[in-house]
């Protein structure tokens, strides 16, 4: 069965100018000892780019496949996935409504002001509040009820949700990115990657497996501990090879988590995270986000170091973008001494 083919089934809206790069940092290579290669999803040009353009080719597809006029999406405040909504929104000639949810507790006003929050203003985007921070059910259902509610008023909504019992309509976008990135001829031993909702994590890994490549795919927890990381992940598997009509997408012994850069939760700085920040913009002049990147960064780091990708290893990082949370958390991030700053 060609899996690829079945892909080919769902509309997809092209957001994508073409593949991105995919580049060898030789400075940080030489301080892990490993061999660190980056495929740049950063570099996807609409909206700040980053991972969630690509899945959202594939929601955006369904929408306009049903003559949506808004399309509704819920995520935290700092939500890279409702800045890319509204971007992909904007360029599509629709509104966009975001809900942002509460996740991260005791954030200044610059979280909620600047970095994605100030995007989504430009983009045109109605913001949303939800209060809670972990009630995925419950934050579908706010979506949902603020869709009908449009729909009375004569809107067509699409809502993109979050919840892990949805279809991962997203996920084929990096099925389709793991062929991406087998076609530039991109020899790896591992690869690294942010693991939250898990589409990217999920999708990645089963495009691999559906084209033969048995490389193992590192997911480096966001959001919740490995255990509960590696269900959802296999959920997310079954729930793909339904939605393609397939059979069975990964084996076993496929789905790996680490959690050790998790602390202290979600969308909070921990020394792993500091550390992964400082270490790429010094070594290579890159920018990883506190949220999803340098989380999966410090996993990288954290596996070379204890031996688990082993030294001279050829480790491909997927950059899944986010830089523009970078500015949400400058009173984290903010190294200069006061007196150098006066």
């Not at 995925?136 to 729909?151: H, S």
């Not at 920018?287 to 410090?298: E, G, I």
């Not at 170091?305 to 009173?331: N, S, W």
């Amino acid at each position: 069965m060609n899996i690829f083919a079945l892909i080919d089934k769902h509309a997809r809206a092209p957001l994508l100018s073409g593949p991105t790069p995919v580049e060898h940092l030789a400075r940080l290579s030489g301080a892990l000892g490993v061999e660190v290669f980056v495929k740049r999803d950063d570099l996807i040009g609409l909206g700040f780019g980053g991972n969630k353009i690509r899945q959202l080719e594939f929601s955006f597809g369904a929408a306009l496949a049903q003559g949506a006029d808004t399309v509704l999406i819920t995520g935290a405040v700092q939500s890279n996935y409702a800045r890319a909504a509204a971007a992909t929104a904007a360029k599509l000639g629709l509104q966009a409504v975001l809900q942002l949810e509460e996740r991260v507790p005791d954030m200044g006003r610059t979280y909620y002001a600047s970095g994605n929050v100030l995007l989504d203003d430009l983009l045109g985007a109605r913001r949303l509040s939800f209060p809670e921070g972990e009630n995925e059910q419950g934050a579908d259902a706010a979506l949902r009820e603020e869709a009908e509610r449009l729909r009375r008023a004569g809107r067509r909504p699409y809502v993109i949700p979050l919840a892990v019992d949805n279809p991962p309509l997203g996920a084929l976008g990096y099925m389709l990115a793991a062929r991406e990135i087998v076609e530039q001829a991109v020899d790896f031993d591992c690869a690294v990657v942010a693991s939250g909702s898990a589409l990217t994590h999920t999708g990645f890994l089963c495009g691999l497996r559906a084209l033969g490549h048995r490389a193992p795919v590192h997911g480096a927890c966001v959001r919740r501990p490995a255990g509960a990381q590696r269900d959802r992940v296999t959920t997310v598997a079954a729930k793909l090879a339904a939605l393609l009509g397939s059979g069975p997408l990964l084996g076993n012994d496929d789905v790996l988590t680490w959690d050790m850069a998790l602390a202290p939760g979600y969308g909070r700085i921990g020394p792993p995270t500091r550390e992964a920040i400082a270490l790429m913009a010094r070594l290579e002049g890159l920018f990883v986000d506190p949220v999803y990147t340098a989380k999966s960064l410090a996993v990288l780091i954290a596996l070379a170091r204890d031996g688990t990708i082993p030294r001279g290893a050829r480790v491909l990082f997927i950059h899944t973008g986010g830089q523009p949370a970078l500015f949400a958390y400058e009173p984290e991030l903010n190294v200069t001494p006061a007196a150098a700053r006066a």
